[in-house]
C-alpha cells in the first residue's frame, strides 16, 4: 500500500520560499517510473494542479506559478520536492502529493501553506 506523506508548510510572509517535501512509502520500483505532482486546495475551490515532474524529469507549472515555484523528484529516495519563492497570498492552501493521473488510494494529508503579513 502507497502513503505519501507531505512536510514543509508554514505561515510566511509575502515574497517569501518555502520548500515542501512528499515522502512516499510502499513504492518502490513501481514510483519511479510514476508521474508525480504537486496539488493544492482552498475551501470552497477544486484541488488544483500545481506542478508536475515525469519520470524522466520532464517539468510543467500552472501559469500562476511559473517562474516561482520548482518541482523536483530523488527516486533513490522515493521523495518529491516543491521549492517555492516569491510567495503570493494567492497561495495560500494545503498542499498535496500525489501521481498524474490521480490515484485516490494516494492522497496523504497535506501540508498547509499560509502567506500573510
Known amino acids: 500500500q502507497v502513503h505519501l506523506v507531505e512536510s514543509g508548510g508554514g505561515l510566511v510572509q509575502p515574497g517569501g520560499s518555502l520548500r515542501l517535501s512528499c515522502v512516499a512509502s510502499?513504492?518502490?520500483?513501481?514510483?519511479?517510473?510514476?508521474?508525480m505532482a504537486w496539488y493544492r486546495q482552498t475551501p470552497g475551490k477544486q484541488r488544483e494542479l500545481v506542478a508536475f515532474?515525469?519520470?524522466?524529469?520532464?517539468?510543467n507549472y500552472a501559469e500562476s506559478v511559473k517562474g516561482r515555484f520548482a518541482i523536483s523528484r530523488d527516486n533513490a529516495k522515493n521523495t518529491l520536492l516543491l521549492q517555492m519563492n516569491n510567495l503570493k497570498p494567492d497561495d495560500t492552501a494545503v498542499y498535496y502529493c500525489?501521481?498524474?493521473?490521480?490515484?485516490?488510494?494516494?492522497w496523504g494529508p497535506g501540508t498547509q501553506v499560509t502567506v500573510s503579513s
Open positions: 510502499g513504492m518502490i520500483t513501481s514510483g519511479v517510473s510514476m508521474a
Open positions: 515532474i515525469s519520470s524522466g524529469g520532464y517539468t
Open positions: 500525489n501521481s498524474l493521473p490521480i490515484r485516490a488510494g494516494y
